[in-house]
């Protein structure tokens, strides 16, 4: 739901009015096809610690760190920040400390270099998200090699 702001005129959505949908597609990693929804609330955390809201698998995952990185708001505007991890998160091939997370569009995130990558989805609706990756189903135990 867009309200218009008494101060510009521009229609935007107030997150202080309107609870967000979380999603979050796993698109490589031990999760791998996974899909997590939540709502929106404070800061999510993500890392292989199993205390963060999104948390990887302790083994298989290790290039994310334990706490690898955060999604925060402020206001209506959302970001994902590192938060000293040891590999770096990387969005677009480029390595950050902070990137601006936009509302209704869909953003993959890689937590280290070659580690769990993941379509990080924000919006007011989880119907209006891209639909999620399925895993293929056993292709790969027909291939010669």
């Not at 991890?85 to 677009?92: D, L, R």
């Amino acid at each position: 739901m867009g309200l218009d702001c008494i101060h510009c005129g521009r229609r935007r959505i107030l997150s202080s009015l309107v609870a967000l949908t979380l999603v979050i597609d796993y698109l490589s990693g031990a999760q791998r096809g996974q899909r997590q929804v939540m709502e929106l609330s404070g800061t999510v955390t993500f890392g292989r610690h199993p205390d963060n809201m999104v948390s990887f698998d302790a083994r298989a995952d290790i290039d994310a760190s334990a706490r690898h990185a955060e999604l925060i708001g402020e206001g209506s505007q959302y970001k994902i920040l590192d938060v000293g991890s040891s590999n770096g998160t990387w969005i677009a091939g480029e390595r950050i400390q902070e990137h601006g997370v936009e509302i209704g569009a869909a953003l993959e995130v890689e937590f280290g270099k070659g580690g769990p990558r993941l379509k990080i989805w924000l919006g007011e609706d989880e119907a209006q998200a891209p639909p999620p990756i399925r895993r293929a189903s056993g292709w790969r135990r027909f291939l010669p090699w």
